[in-house]
């Protein structure tokens, strides 16, 4: 158990529609990370959160939105929903100054569009 | 754009056998390489890291190695186990920010 938890586990819904994942990171942690893991493919970093902060962006799309709130969980708003949007949706953590950058993931919400 | 790349999907050894994983990167500016292990149904979990003023860290039986010239990391496990095999992911991130990922490496391990 990393620490970092994702609700929910699985979800599933139709194209056009709007979902909300969730991630507490690990107690202490003030960055929360975003990856989209689709079929077959490595993980595509989204977006970095540093105490409230946006911080870096990778491959997120426009209709693709995170925030992270005073106590420090993290949203990730995924808004008009396409088939290609079904992947693993991951989030990590990892606690200030860490040298090496180590992230500790959460279990994942996979997210099916029909 | 795949600034990190795991040209290998899967790779099979014999238990007891060494594993070599590899991985290439093209962006120079990365100062911090890590690898990253997955079990179905879990989130990666962290192995073995090693900074760009290294060429190699050693972690029990894991132990990166990583050729700046060359832009190419390796993770060696020795001897390799069953509960080894995975996916491997091969990371690499600058100063301290945003993490970049291979596609991964199914590794098998048979007994």
């Known amino acids: 158990d990393s620490g970092v938890t994702q609700t929910p586990k699985h979800l599933i819904t139709a194209t056009g529609q709007r979902v909300t994942l969730r991630c507490s990171p690990r107690s202490g942690d003030l960055s929360v990370y975003w990856y989209q893991q689709s079929l077959d493919q490595g993980l595509q970093f989204l977006i970095q959160?540093?105490?409230?902060?946006?911080?870096a962006k990778g491959n997120i799309l426009e209709r693709f939105s995170a925030q992270q709130f005073p106590d420090l969980h993290s949203e990730l708003n995924l808004s008009s929903l396409e088939l290609g949007d079904s992947a693993l949706y991951f989030c990590?953590?990892?606690?200030?100054?860490?040298?090496?950058?180590?992230?500790?993931f959460g279990p994942g919400t996979r997210l099916t569009v029909l | 754009d795949q600034q990190v790349k795991q040209n290998s999907p899967s790779l099979s050894v014999q238990e007891g056998r060494i594993s070599i994983l590899n991985c290439d990167y093209t962006n120079s500016m990365f100062d911090y390489f890590l690898w990253y292990k997955k079990y179905p149904a879990e989130g990666p979990t962290f192995l073995i890291s090693?900074?760009?003023?290294?060429d190699k860290n050693e972690d029990g039986r894991f132990t990166v190695f990583l050729n700046k010239s060359a832009k190419h990391l390796s993770l060696h496990i020795v001897p390799s186990q069953p509960g080894d095999s995975a996916v491997y992911f091969c990371?690499?991130?600058?100063?301290?920010?945003?993490?970049?990922f291979g596609a991964g490496t199914r590794l098998t391990v048979k007994p």
């Open positions: 990590a953590s990892s606690a200030p100054g860490t040298l090496n950058n180590e992230q500790f």
């Open positions: 990371a690499a991130s600058f100063n301290n920010n945003d993490m970049r």
């Open positions: 959160y540093y105490n409230g902060e946006e911080r």
């Open positions: 090693i900074s760009s003023i290294k």
